[in-house]
């Protein structure tokens, strides 16, 4: 082996692990997307016989068009929201942590997919991966998918008879889900303040709201409502709230199963006839910004409020690129890298 090639080996891969986003807020563009999200069995898992043809005769024939509106009041000229921030956040991460780390971005759904982060990688001869998924709470839907796509491209195997006859593969270490680390609750307290200090007053009320999963997941299982719980008991103790001041809610329910409660478009309605004025929202259980926050809550969900007497939805950034959040990302990358870099 080069000595070059030996300096790259010695490296930590680190892999931002982000839901993804389609390449154009088109229906032509959110086809293939729409039909690789939903078509993953840890997002529906139904049978597939039963899901698979709901999903090619009626979803992909009328929702890419649907959701193409939707994407195109948060494109920017620059391209999608969600994959400017990751790319942002990829840089920032890289130049905190420094030459012994080869940081890379990686879609679950769309480009740049997991697989060709976990190609270049490969490439590199980098053999030792953190993988930092980039939802802070756990939930089948979404943290263990990734898992599925990192051990998939890492190894190979698809099922017991179909996996690549590969002679090298990569030691991974996967974050653990981070929804109560301190400063990743730091990190959203600031945020949160910084809106209400450009508001310039208190506001009436808070809501924390978190994507939703269907509740039967929960029953099965999944951990994910308590550690969204967790995570909003957190945050309201460190911006000092009383129980009267916070709501927390789920949102962006899909199909007609009951989903977790309460739901976040109620709990806008309920706020409307209260007669709230100003209604501070936060998402933390997104570390970037994305169609469910910039148009879910900041367009929908602000006329969902005042259809019902509301008055002002602010809505509070993700994370982000925050400084305080890169700062953080990389402290937790250090913690679950401890003894693989100097």
């Known amino acids: 082996m080069s000595s070059a090639s030996s300096a790259q080996s010695s490296k930590v891969g680190v892999l931002i692990a982000q839901l993804g986003t389609p390449a154009a807020p088109t229906a ?121 796509a990192v051990n998939q491209a890492a190894f190979g195997r698809r099922c017991p008879l179909f996996f690549d006859r590969r002679r090298r593969m990569p030691t991974l270490r996967f974050v653990p889900p981070y929804f109560e680390h301190p400063d990743y609750i730091d990190s959203l307290k600031i945020r949160v303040e910084e809106q209400v200090e450009a508001l310039g007053q208190v506001p009436d009320r808070y809501l924390i709201t978190f994507h939703g999963v269907p509740a039967r997941y929960v029953e099965e299982g999944d951990p994910y409502r308590r550690q969204c719980e967790r995570t909003a008991d957190l945050l309201a103790e460190a911006l000092q709230l009383a129980p009267d001041q916070w709501r927390v809610g789920f949102q962006s329910r899909f199909g007609k199963e009951p989903w977790l409660e309460p739901y976040t478009e109620e709990l806008l309605a309920d706020f409307g006839r209260e007669g709230i004025e100003t209604l501070v929202v936060t998402c933390p259980g997104f570390t970037a910004d994305c169609l469910e926050t910039l148009d879910e809550l900041g367009h929908e969900g602000q006329q969902q409020f005042s259809a019902t007497g509301g008055g002002e939805l602010y809505l509070v950034p993700c994370v982000n690129d925050h400084p305080h959040w890169l700062d953080a990302m990389a402290t937790i990358v250090r913690q679950e890298s401890a003894g693989w870099s100097a």
């Open 28 to 148: 032509k563009a959110l086809r293939p997307y729409l039909r690789q999200f939903l078509s993953d069995p840890r997002v529906i898992d139904l049978k597939w016989w039963k899901w698979l043809p709901i999903l090619y005769l009626f979803i992909l024939t009328r929702r890419p068009a649907r959701s193409a509106k939707l994407y195109s009041r948060i494109w920017t000229d620059a391209g999608s929201p969600l994959l400017l921030t990751s790319q942002s956040q990829e840089e920032g991460l890289q130049q905190r942590l420094g030459e012994n780390y080869r940081v890379i971005l990686g879609m679950r759904y769309g480009e740049p997919s997991i697989e060709q982060a976990m190609a270049r990688l490969q490439r590199e001869e980098i053999e030792r991966i953190v993988v930092l998924p980039m939802f802070p709470q756990f939930s089948c839907s979404t943290t263990a998918s990734i898992y599925d």
